[in-house]
């Protein structure tokens, strides 16, 4: 493992500061999304198919982002939360209009109401601290 550069520290690296908070945040949403739609699939796939998939959809899209973040991946972590944006939006949107398609909860369905709207914010807080952050060459071994 590498030593922090005097440049990761001036530009807000995820080994320190708010960059590993935010690490951990996405980190925790990456297992919890994960590991419930795993059993919500394993146990009763049959009753929420398209809500238990989605929630599988957001585990990987969140694991992704936490490794992207956590790594300096910046395209990748871009990419990611802006998928991560435009599916909370878009099946927080459908599951609020239709909510007969959705018989159990998502972690995006309502914004993320049974994550206390967290799901809603975090690609905002996300997008926000990725943007707000010069880009950084990495160093060729």
């Given amino acids: 493992m590498s030593e922090p550069t005097d440049t990761d520290h001036r ?4 080994g320190n500061g708010f960059g590993r908070v935010l690490v951990f945040g996405y980190g925790i949403f990456a297992v919890a999304a994960t590991a ?3 059993v919500q699939l394993a146990t009763k796939a049959s009753e929420a198919p398209l809500a238990y998939s989605l929630s599988a959809l957001a585990g990987v899209v969140y694991c992704v982002a936490t490794w992207a973040i956590a790594k300096n991946r910046r395209r990748l972590a871009l990419a990611t939360v ?3 944006l435009v599916g909370v939006l878009g099946v927080g949107t459908w599951s609020v209009l239709a909510p007969g398609y959705f018989p ?3 972690v995006w369905s309502a914004f993320g109401q049974g994550y206390g709207y967290l799901p809603a914010a975090l690609p905002f ?6 943007l707000s952050r010069p880009a950084v060459s ?3 071994p």
């Fill in 125 to 130: 807080i996300g997008l926000g601290w990725l």
């Fill in 36 to 38: 419930r739609s795993v």
């Fill in 11 to 14: 530009t807000g690296g995820t």
């Fill in 82 to 84: 802006l998928v991560e």
């Fill in 138 to 140: 990495r160093r060729q």
């Fill in 104 to 106: 159990d909860q998502t």
